[in-house]
């Protein structure tokens, strides 16, 4: 069974900050298949990232994510006040058929 | 572009059945597979299932195989998620989201469920 560790479970930045959050499998998932999500409060996931690297419609260039084999980067590159939400790694393929990680909480400092 | 629109929230005892519904408008129904995604109160997002309406062909999580049953009507573009006897710790808000490619596309609104004696 596929594990998705996410690192930090929680991120303290200030506005206009760079966030970087880690996703860090078990086991070997497809670039194809890894994705991100943004949870707000009070509101459904959102997709970010699919595909490891492509954002999806809507998603400003702000935000990007790396990585391959077992360990995948969700970068933000400066945050806005909007960004700070909960984010999901998700990926497709393993053991159970799909599986999130745990979460990143980013929080403002 | 897919939408989906969730039933409305519920209040149910313990040992009650429930099904709630999300029905999809936009691109056709038969394309994509809806799945469903669990979210405990305070708690991070857990995968149950996932369904394809063209064929019905479901699939589920180990932890949720035999606790839900995933079904969809293609006639009105609905998907369900249903529970034969409710528990305590059934107690959740479920999402409904698309997926065509492995990952969620679009999602529901969510349905909060709240089963308590």
């Given at each position: 069974e596929i594990v998705l560790t996410q690192s930090p479970g929680s991120l303290s930045l200030s506005p206009g900050e760079r966030a970087t959050l880690s996703c860090r499998a078990s086991q070997s998932v497809s670039s194809s298949y890894l994705a991100w999500y943004q949870q707000r409060p009070g509101q459904a996931p959102r997709l970010l990232i699919?595909?490891?690297?492509s954002r999806a419609?809507?998603?400003?260039?702000?935000f990007s994510g790396s990585g391959s084999g077992t360990d995948f980067t969700l970068t933000i590159s400066r945050l806005e006040p909007e960004d700070f939400a909960v984010y999901y790694c998700q990926q497709y393929?393993?053991?159970?058929?799909y599986s999130f990680g745990q979460g990143t909480k980013l929080e403002i400092k | 572009e897919v939408q989906l629109v969730q039933s409305g929230a519920e209040v149910k005892k313990p040992g009650e059945s429930l099904k709630i519904s999300c029905k999809g408008s936009g691109?056709?129904?038969?394309t994509y597979w809806i799945g469903w995604v669990r979210q405990m109160p305070g708690k991070g997002l857990e995968w149950m299932g996932i369904i394809?309406?063209?064929?019905?062909?479901t699939r589920y999580s180990p932890s949720s195989q035999g606790q839900v049953t995933i079904s969809a009507d293609k006639s009105t573009s609905t998907a369900y998620l249903q529970w034969s006897s409710l528990k305590a710790s059934d107690t959740a808000m479920y999402y409904c989201a698309s997926s065509a490619?492995?990952?969620?596309d679009y999602w529901g609104q969510g349905t909060l469920v709240t089963v308590s004696s």
């Open positions: 699919y595909g490891a690297s419609i809507g998603i400003p260039d702000r393929g393993s053991s159970p058929l | 691109n056709p129904f038969t394809y309406p063209g064929d019905s062909d490619g492995g990952n969620f």
